[in-house]
């Protein structure tokens, strides 16, 4: 085996684990697979030899390539959402499993209980106060190893990892643990949308309950806050209801798929605690969509 080759297969072992940190940090499976590969690309045009622990420093590099694109995505931003404190966000990708467990390759990726409402917090964190907090308190990576990606102190980058824990403790809490339980209550909730019963709706939403809905390019995104007006929302879709549903998870939370003639029009996703749903993520973009491979499920 040649040294490219075993640099190789090296690097192989620990792109699991890199394409975790990636998405944690960009919301985005496109972008993190190519910060991925940039990673590769650093990694063998370096003096590998002189690198003691590789997976440290694949995943500083990782995280530099990632604080990069962050940094000129938030240069053109252009959100059409809002958190509830009203700072512009996206919905970030989606990782969509089978109805029944998340598919083996997608653990690591979504483990820690990676769910679509930590990762929407997480956009709307600073570029630095993501890359302190996801390496940091995800990935175990010590404050003295961030701050020279950051260009700070390791002081200052522990206070930006401390202020987003702070956000991030407030903003999304844990879901319920039993998911059959969390299926239960969003079964309940299609079937009151389905009817029109506004008043079953209210008894499975939370009363804080924030619904989104983005449709990128071809349709205006939607943000709805609380019971009443989500409820209302939703039994006017529900009844208009043509389509075909199929029970998935998204993060490793439960969602619905919905299919017309076989083509995927949207990806609801749901977080459920106390018994109730808290949050709603719908996903409309066709572009989007087509990468997900829905069929599949």
């Given amino acids: 085996m040649s040294g490219e080759e075993f640099l190789a297969e090296r690097f192989e072992e620990h792109r699991p684990h890199l394409r975790a940190v990636a998405y944690r940090m960009l919301g ?26 590789l997976g440290g420093w694949l995943t500083t590099v990782v995280g530099r390539v990632c604080l ?18 009203g700072r512009p966000v996206r919905l970030p990708d989606p990782v969509v499993s089978g109805a029944s467990a998340v598919d083996p390759e997608q653990e690591v990726l979504i483990a820690d209980s990676v769910g ?60 319920d643990a039993d998911l059959a339980l969390r299926r239960a209550v969003v079964d309940a909730f299609l079937a009151a949308a389905r009817g029109g019963d506004f008043d079953a709706l209210l008894a499975v939403l939370d009363p804080d309950v924030v619904a989104r809905a983005e449709g990128g390019g071809l349709r205006p995104a939607v943000l709805r806050r609380g019971a009443a007006e989500v409820a209302a929302g939703a039994s006017r879709f529900g009844v208009q209801f043509t389509g075909e549903s199929r029970p998935v998870l998204v993060n490793g939370e439960p969602a619905v798929a919905t299919f017309v003639d076989g083509r995927p029009v949207s990806l609801a996703a749901f977080t459920v605690r106390g018994g109730r749903v808290v949050g709603l993520d719908v996903f409309t973009d066709p572009e989007r969509l087509a990468r997900l491979g829905l069929a599949a499920y």
């Fill in 28 to 53: 985005s499976l496109g972008e993190a697979e190519d910060a991925v590969q940039e990673a590769w690309f650093r990694l063998s045009r370096s003096d590998a030899g002189g690198v003691v622990n």
């Fill in 68 to 85: 990069d694109l962050l940094r000129s995505r938030a240069a053109r931003r252009e959100d059409p959402l809002q958190d509830p404190e």
């Fill in 116 to 175: 679509i409402a930590l990762m929407i917090v997480l956009e709307t964190l600073s570029p630095a106060e993501r890359l302190a907090f996801v390496l940091h308190d995800t990935f175990s990576v010590p404050f003295d190893e961030i701050a020279p990606v950051l260009g700070r102190t390791t002081v200052s980058t522990r206070q930006l990892a401390s202020r987003a824990r702070r956000r991030v403790q407030g903003a999304a809490p844990a879901p």
